[in-house]
């Protein structure tokens, strides 16, 4: 059977603009209605911390309490067939953050990421198809990582060494020095290029069948992985390539070469989706990802996580507006924001958000 989670309540103080608010979330699908800029967004926001305490909107900490306050204070209550009930208390400020998970402190992020799977669509995941590569990069990396701690473990170590061996091509350090940090970058940059291609192998399976459930067979999407080194497999062959690119890499302070300048590409059609996807096509090719995402998660924790949707679905015609609806697993809570009600009304706890308040329709 497989396992999922549930938001049952959220309690904020000090939380962008909301002052306090405590949230009954005992249903399968709840939506926050109302025009833009009364705080729905910020409820997601909220509820996608309990993820990877990070916002979905902003890498800055100090951006989220409420102003002219110095710290935020969120309470979750979840249940989990994994864990049962969970209580999470999580505290944030331009100092730093606080997270307590059943009256225990959470001291490293290893221990906490991926523990407690949401998924997030927002309207910014459009920069995934026409933003940088980090961006992309950034994104993966997160999914990946919550799917897999060895994934996590290989990430933080290749940065590491990265950080390391730009330090002294800036202090242009002597070629011994650097072939001995070298020896440590090269295993875990072919291993996190063996963990991306075996996840993003899984992942590009997902978005196809996410994305035909949403807009029919016409246009079949492909997900596709440029690793910076190529065809480079073995330790021995990136190390040669490094040694290759010290010149360049002395002349401009950092590593020029590895994971860490990887891009992912979206196709449509067997075309590059950035450049000839209409904006409607770009919109359900982000939302597709993010339900191969849940599809994802399923497949590698054995639970279905959280959905969350922050008014997605505005740009969409009426068709794959249904189509995204009906393509949501049941199983799964769906917790969502809008300027208008869901074309299927039954079923929802709706509430009204109005300046940071909100009331039960």
Known sequence: MNLAMRFQKL?????????????DLQSDRVFFLGSN?????????????????????????????????AQF????EVEHEHFGSTRLIIR?????????????????????????????????????LRGAPAERRRCFDLIFSAGNSEYYSVLQGYHKAVANRNRLLKQHSDGAVLDA?????????????????????LMAEKLKAAYIKIAGMDEIPNLMYHANCGEVQTVGAYLELLQASRQRDFAIGSTSRGPHRDDFKFQLAAANAREFASDGQQRALCIALRMAQCDYYQEVMACQPVLLADDVLGELDRERRKNFWAAC???????ATGTELPDVKEGWRVYSVLAGALQKD
């Open 37 to 69: 800029g009364q705080g729905k967004s910020n409820l997601l926001e909220a509820l996608g911390m309990v993820s990877a305490l990070r916002s979905f909107r902003t890498q800055a900490l100090d951006c989220l309490p409420r102003k002219g306050h």
């Open 11 to 23: 309690r904020l103080q000090d939380f962008r603009n909301i002052p306090f608010m405590e949230l």
């Open 92 to 128: 944030g400020a331009k100092k730093g953050r606080y997270v307590q998970v059943d009256e225990q402190k959470v001291t490293k992020m290893a221990d906490f990421i991926g523990r407690f799977p949401v998924v997030i669509m927002s309207s910014d995941d459009l920069n995934l």
């Open 181 to 201: 940090f070298e020896l440590e970058i090269a295993p875990l940059a072919i291993k996190l290029n063996a963990l991306r291609t075996a996840a993003l192998s």
């Open 329 to 335: 697993p049941h199983r799964l809570q769906l917790i």
């Open 73 to 76: 204070n969120l309470f979750a």
